[in-house]
């Protein structure tokens, strides 16, 4: 059974830059189509990016232009480059299939506040 462990969160001013990263136990298949969701305080978990086996992505609306997600198929990681962020950026993130499975990791905090 694969396992996602997220992690390169952390506390950031509005206008910085952090870069996630998920690294993966099992096997994943190179044809998977991977994504990131976040999850913030009292709200429901929403997709954030994904990228496709051929590299592929596409983003949420809210991100676009400043988020760039990215693959490295024989590291088994999906990394999730953010800048520009916002305080509505704030979230708990996580990286699994998409569409993704019901096992999720412990994901990273991002926490963007002055």
């Known amino acids: 059974q694969v396992q996602f462990v997220e992690s390169g969160g952390g506390n950031v001013q509005p206008g910085g830059s952090l870069r996630l990263s998920c690294a993966s136990s099992?096997?994943?298949?190179?044809?998977?189509?991977m994504g990131w969701y976040r999850q913030a305080l009292g709200k429901q978990r929403e997709w954030v990016a994904l990228?496709?086996?051929?590299?592929?992505?596409n983003y949420t609306d809210s991100v676009k232009g400043r988020f760039t997600i990215s693959r490295d198929n024989n590291e088994r990681t999906v990394n999730l480059q953010m800048s520009s962020l916002r305080p509505d950026d704030t979230a708990i993130y996580y990286c699994n299939y998409y569409p993704s499975l019901n096992t999720w990791g412990q994901g990273t905090q991002v926490t963007v506040s002055s």
């Open positions: 990228i496709a086996s051929g590299g592929r992505t």
């Open positions: 099992g096997r994943i298949s190179s044809i998977a189509t």
